[in-house]
């Protein structure tokens, strides 16, 4: 998709937790909570009340994401290794050793 999520947490917690909160809205059981309808319990309100807060948020995400970022940039000079670094190995080059060489020596 042409972004660097490495851990793929977007992936995982943003798809899974916008799901999450529709699902909410949709499934809320008042068998569960005495309070809480979702659409499929009669109250259609409860998936607008859910959608409002996946967008507020991603709001406060992208906000709190933005500032962190830039501070980053301003004390680090940017967000990415030198290239080189990157294809020998993070390890490697800025650390000066080898993650799991052990591990590597072991294999069969």
């Known amino acids: 998709m042409g972004y660097d999520d490495s851990l ?6 943003g798809v899974c937790g916008i799901w999450g909160a529709l699902a909410t ?3 809320a059981s008042p068998a569960i909570n ?13 998936v607008w009340i859910q959608i409002i807060s996946i967008a507020a948020t991603a ?6 994401t933005l500032i962190v970022v830039y501070v980053t940039k301003a004390v680090t000079g940017g967000l990415r290794v030198e290239r ?4 020998e190995g993070l ?3 800025i650390h000066g050793e080898r993650a799991f060489e052990m591990a590597l020596s072991c294999e069969l």
């Open 34 to 46: 005495e309070g809480a309808k979702g659409l499929f319990y009669g109250n259609p309100r409860q």
């Open 84 to 87: 080189e670094n990157e294809i």
């Open 91 to 93: 390890d490697s080059s």
């Open 8 to 13: 793929d947490a977007f992936g995982i917690h």
């Open 25 to 27: 809205g949709l499934f």
């Open 59 to 64: 709001a406060f995400s992208a906000v709190g």
